[in-house]
């Protein structure tokens, strides 16, 4: 996949949600999975969708009367950059106190925070 350099917008990361959920899709099926958390207008949507894909983040193909869009950019790898941008440009670059706030802030489950333990484990050798 290409353009992992670009940060997308959180317009353009709602539709891209949608298509690492829902796989490559056409603009009516990213805007009713959009106007089922709020009201977005089908014209706002594939405007967008055609920007996105003028930027390298998405790609098109004709199939019908049609177009379906394919995410260019790897979800994992979007993570990782928007993580980056939040840690060192709200959180001073500070892993612990993202962490400590974003645990304050969020209920974690019983199982979140075993797997937050493994992953401290894990990160620490296997040493408890």
Avoid: C
Wanted: proline share 2%; net charge neutral; charged share 25%.
């Amino acid at each position: 996949m290409s353009n992992t350099n670009h940060k997308p917008t959180g317009s353009e990361l709602e539709i891209l949600q949608v298509l690492w959920e829902k796989g490559p899709s056409l603009v009516r099926t990213v805007n009713d999975e959009q106007n089922k958390t709020r009201e977005v207008g089908y014209t706002t949507t594939l405007k967008l969708m055609q920007i996105m894909t003028e930027k390298g983040i998405l790609s098109r193909s004709k199939e019908g009367r049609g177009h379906i869009y394919h995410p260019l950019v790897e979800k994992s790898d979007t993570q990782k950059q928007m993580l980056d941008k939040v840690l060192h440009g709200v959180f001073g670059g500070s892993a612990s106190t993202l962490v400590m706030q974003a645990l304050g802030n969020h209920q974690a489950s019983a199982k979140e925070l075993n797997e937050i333990k493994d992953y401290i484990n894990k990160l620490e050798g296997g040493q408890s």
